[in-house]
C-alpha cells in the first residue's frame, strides 16, 4: 500500500528545534518531489518545501533559512528540520507525494501536530 | 511570488451542479490541482491536470481553465462532497515553489 506516515510533532517553546519524519512505504522518496506542505488551525493549507529527486531543495519566503528538508534513501524517509520555531508555525504539518512538476499532490500523510508556546 | 484567490464559501443545492473558482497569474502557465478536505482528515486529490480524476474520484468532479481562471464543477452535488476545497500550482515566478488558493468552504443544501 503507498502511504506515508508522519511522526515528530508536538509542543515546543518558541525559539526550539523540533525535526519531523515522514516514513513513505509502496514507493521511492528519492524517485519522487516530496513536500511539506502546513496548515494552521482554523487555516488553509501552505507549502513549506520541497525536495527532487536530483536533491535540489526549495523553501518558502517564511521558513527559509529556519528549515531544511532532506530525505535518508536508506530508510525511505523524508524529514523537516525546524529551527528557530515562532508561534506562527504552529500548524499541522503534512507531507505529500508530488505527482507531476505542476504540483499535484497526489499522496498525503495523516498529519502531525506542532504547537509552538510558551 | 504568485498568489491564488477563491471564493471565501460557496453552497449548492442537492444534487445540483456547483463550480468553483481559482484565479491566479500562474494558472497562464500551469494547470491547476484541486484537492477535497473533511474536518480532521488530510486534504485528497480530486483533480489534476488538464482535467485528470485520481483512482477513486467520482466522475461528477471535473477540472477546466481558461486564461487565469481554473475551475473545479461538481455536477449533482452530493452531501458527501459538502467540505473546504484548495487549488494549487506551481508558481510561476521561476522560484520552484507552489501555492495553494485560500480554500471554499462547499455547503450542500
Known amino acids: 500500500e503507498v502511504q506515508l506516515v508522519e511522526t515528530g510533532g508536538g509542543l515546543i517553546q518558541p525559539g526550539g528545534s523540533l525535526r519531523l519524519s515522514c516514513a513513505a512505504s509502496g514507493f521511492t522518496v528519492s524517485s519522487n518531489y516530496m513536500s511539506w506542505v502546513r496548515q494552521a488551525p482554523g487555516k488553509g493549507l501552505e507549502w513549506v518545501s520541497v525536495?527532487?529527486?536530483?536533491?535540489?531543495?526549495y523553501y518558502a519566503d517564511s521558513v527559509k533559512g529556519r528549515f531544511t528538508i532532506s530525505r535518508d534513501n536508506s530508510k525511505n524517509t523524508l524529514y523537516l528540520q525546524m529551527n528557530s520555531l515562532r508561534a506562527e508555525d504552529t500548524a499541522v504539518y503534512y507531507c505529500?507525494?508530488?505527482?507531476?512538476?505542476?504540483?499535484?499532490?497526489?499522496?498525503w500523510g495523516q498529519g502531525t501536530m506542532v504547537t509552538v508556546s510558551s | 511570488s504568485s498568489e491564488l484567490t477563491q471564493d471565501p464559501a460557496v453552497s449548492v443545492a442537492l444534487g445540483q451542479t456547483v463550480r468553483i473558482t481559482c484565479q491566479g497569474d500562474s494558472l497562464r502557465s500551469y494547470y491547476a490541482s484541486w484537492y477535497q478536505q473533511k474536518p480532521g482528515q488530510a486534504p485528497v486529490l480530486v483533480i489534476y491536470?488538464?482535467?485528470n480524476r485520481p483512482s477513486g474520484i467520482p466522475d461528477r468532479f471535473s477540472g477546466s481553465s481558461s486564461g487565469n481562471t481554473a475551475s473545479l464543477t461538481i455536477t449533482g452535488a452530493q452531501a458527501e462532497d459538502e467540505a473546504d476545497y484548495y487549488c494549487n500550482s506551481r508558481d510561476s515566478s521561476g522560484n520552484h515553489h507552489v501555492v495553494f488558493g485560500g480554500g471554499t468552504k462547499l455547503t450542500v443544501l
Open positions: 491536470g488538464k482535467n
Open positions: 505529500a507525494r508530488a505527482m507531476d512538476h505542476e504540483g499535484a499532490f497526489d499522496i
Open positions: 525536495i527532487y529527486s536530483g536533491g535540489s531543495t
